[in-house]
């Protein structure tokens, strides 16, 4: 059974009496330690996939099941604790807390978790010793680089050990260089058994991951994915499908 | 949701807009400053009234007052007897509920002199010894009036201080006691020999000053004379009032100053003032209702008198004191709750700041309910270190009070009103914190992530 499933879902936002369907339909199956990244232009329905794999948002129509149960009708304190403890983000902008420390932002899902204050600092030292920051732990966002304050932010997506990293646009304010460094990070996660889920309008940051989705008007356009048998497996998408 | 943390949080964000802060603070730390100071003042208002009070006979001591007669015998007015001292020796054989009758009998515009200096004393009056106990007067020097004086109508005085002061020196002035004992001195010009002086009485706080005074001058060895500050009299009204008395036999009052009659010719006989004390303070009314019955006799059932109890006194204080801290109460009151809109301003436009850092705290698990706590948290450690600040102002405040206006009554401290005012600002900021708090925990995790 997939980690991560989505079935029939849509999402679907009334603006002005106008009915608009940003997720129309759209089936999907996410393995454990699978590599995937969603592109699609803006607009495309992309980030309203993006909130619902990361239950910050719930679907209109159709059902999640993440790990068996399905929380598409789920409260938002259910949804707040699956974020907090099976879903790791990673975000464009890092949105690390400028008034704390690195080490206090990294501690801070484990605070929501209800985690004691010795257990905290422990792990959270762990998490940063993984990301090769452990001799910053006392300084403030503002005062680390880019491509460091986005590896705070995947120690502080990592603390609680999620089943799924959902990163949104990770390298997007970051140099080529970093943002290699970065995504290698990636890969080693999944590697290492985690579902990373990539977000990005960059075709060429998406060519890194074995399973590419992309998403258009708010459906699945085209699937590819490398790990299946040699041959890209090229899915089209059963209506208004567009090649690539 | 640690509550450490969101304290943490709640100080570091203070400090982060520290100016802001303090502007909105100020609402905060002017209503407990307010609130503690006004109590403090109001608490020192009630310690002197309540000193005040002992100083004139304490409150088991009822004045047989002089009253226009009932409109229903207005015809039987030019009768009324006016108190005298019939009615005082009826009182004493006919009221045994009472435990003291003091008759007064005031001397008229009575002027005191010796040599070049007068003095004109508050309380010039012929009275009997049972007014030591009446009044609560302490003989310090000499001896008070025996009933051969009285027999006798000797011209002889007992003095408070006040008059020694006027009359011979003030010893802070001077720097050494003065004991006019056997001195003569003239009652609107007859000569009158002081027998005894009252001890000098003050309030506690002026007696801990001299104290103080006395000492600083024995391990100095150097005589300081007094300062006066403001226009305050030595030690309240009350007590100004009672060293500025003088006594002489009722039977010398009558016979020197009464007996020979007034402008009419015709002696007047009535007293200036019946004073008694029950017996006990529970049988008050038993009491005022048996010597109502006996005077109604001696008055020929003539209404004209009436008592005034010290207990209307003490309710009338009372009166005042609540007046008094209800009016302060609503100062501090309206300035806490300016405080609290100036918090809840505050927080709304934090809230406002901080909505992507909102969004992310929810991203990372943060429910409703955590977000929620940690604005209230903000918003009432706000208001604490407004309510704290607010303490330290109380205190200088109250020091710039006393030294501007020093009277009797120095304004006193109390750690209930410092706890209320802490408590009470504490839920100002709960209150305050309450709407921006529901507006923070309802953002959603995808409106707050959007949000540039």
């Known amino acids: 059974m997939a980690l991560l499933e989505l079935r029939n879902v849509s999402k679907i936002y009334h603006l002005g009496g106008e009915e608009i369907r940003a997720l129309d339909d759209v089936s999907l199956d996410l393995d454990q330690g699978e590599f995937v990244s969603i592109i699609g232009p803006s607009g495309s329905g992309k980030s309203t996939l993006m909130h619902i794999l990361g239950c910050l948002d719930s679907p209109t129509l159709g059902n999640v099941v993440l790990a068996g149960t399905d929380i598409a009708k789920a409260s938002a304190r259910e949804l707040a604790r699956v974020r907090n403890r099976t879903i790791g983000f990673v975000f464009q902008f890092f949105n690390l807390l400028p008034k704390l420390n690195v080490l206090q932002n990294v501690e801070l899902p484990m605070i929501y978790a209800g985690i004691g204050s010795r257990e905290r600092r422990e792990r959270a030292e762990k998490a940063l010793e993984m990301v090769e920051l452990s001799h910053r732990l006392k300084n403030r966002p503002n005062q680390l680089s880019g491509g460091q304050q986005q590896r705070v932010a995947i120690a502080r997506a990592l603390v609680n050990n999620p089943k799924i990293i959902l990163a949104d646009e990770p390298t997007g304010n970051l140099d080529t260089h970093t943002g290699e460094l970065i995504l290698a990070l990636f890969r080693r996660l999944a590697a290492e058994g985690r579902t990373v889920i990539l977000v990005t309008h960059n075709p060429e940051i998406a060519a890194v991951t074995p399973r590419r989705i992309e998403i258009r008007n708010g459906k699945i356009a085209h699937q590819v994915d490398a790990k299946l048998a040699g041959l890209d497996r090229v899915s089209k998408a059963p209506t208004e499908g567009q090649p690539s | ?452």
């Open chain 2, 1 to 452: 949701m640690n509550l450490f943390n969101a304290i943490l949080i709640g100080l570091k964000e203070v400090w982060a807009h520290k100016f802001r802060s303090l502007l909105t603070l100020f609402g905060v730390v002017l209503g407990v400053a307010s609130l503690v100071g006004m109590s403090a003042i109001i608490k020192g208002m009630e310690n002197g009234m309540r000193e005040s009070m002992i100083a004139m006979g304490g409150a088991d001591k009822v004045i047989l007052q002089r009253q226009a007669v009932p409109a229903y015998q207005e015809h039987l007015a030019d009768q009324a007897p006016g108190r005298t001292l019939v009615d005082v020796i009826a009182l004493k054989q006919g009221a045994p509920l009472l435990r003291v009758i003091s008759p007064e009998m005031a001397v008229p515009d009575a002027m005191v002199s010796r040599g070049d200096k007068r003095a004109s004393p508050e309380e010039c009056v012929g009275v009997w010894p049972e007014v030591l106990e009446m009044n609560l007067h302490t003989v310090e020097h000499g001896r008070f009036f025996n009933a051969l004086d009285e027999e006798k109508a000797h011209a002889v005085c007992v003095i408070g201080t006040g008059i020694r002061d006027s009359l011979f020196g003030d010893p802070d002035e001077v720097g050494r006691e003065i004991i006019p004992l056997g001195e003569t001195i003239q009652i609107n010009g007859q000569p009158f020999v002081i027998v005894g002086m009252f001890t000098q009485y003050a309030s506690e706080q002026d007696l801990k000053a001299r104290a103080l005074r006395n000492q600083a001058n024995a391990s100095t060895n150097k005589v300081e004379t007094k300062k006066s500050r403001g226009w305050g009299r030595k030690g309240g009204w009350a007590f100004w009032r009672k060293n500025n008395t003088l006594y002489i036999p009722l039977n010398t009052a009558w016979v020197r100053f009464r007996m020979a009659g007034d402008l009419d010719g015709i002696p007047d006989p009535r007293l200036s003032d019946i004073d008694l004390k029950v017996k006990s303070m529970e049988q008050m009314e038993l009491a005022l209702q048996q010597a109502k019955n006996v005077l109604l006799v001696t008055h020929r059932g003539i209404e004209d008198f009436t008592f005034q109890t010290q207990e209307s006194q003490v309710e009338n204080i009372n009166k005042q004191i609540k007046n008094a801290r209800l009016s302060g109460g609503i100062i501090a009151g309206i300035s806490l709750l300016v405080g609290g809109i100036g918090i809840m301003n505050i927080m709304l436009a934090s809230i406002n700041e901080r909505v992507r850092e909102i969004g992310t705290c929810k991203a990372l698990g943060a429910t409703g309910v955590d977000v929620f706590v940690q604005i209230i948290v903000e918003s009432v450690v706000l208001s604490l270190l407004g309510a704290i600040a607010g303490l330290a102002a109380s205190l200088l405040i109250v020091d710039l009070l006393s030294f501007i206006a020093p009277t009797g009554n120095t304004p006193i401290i109390t750690w209930e009103a410092q706890a209320i005012a802490v408590a009470f600002s504490g839920s100002v900021g709960v209150f305050a914190g309450f709407l921006p708090a529901i507006k923070a925990a309802r953002l959603e995790p995808i409106q707050a992530l959007r949000y540039e």
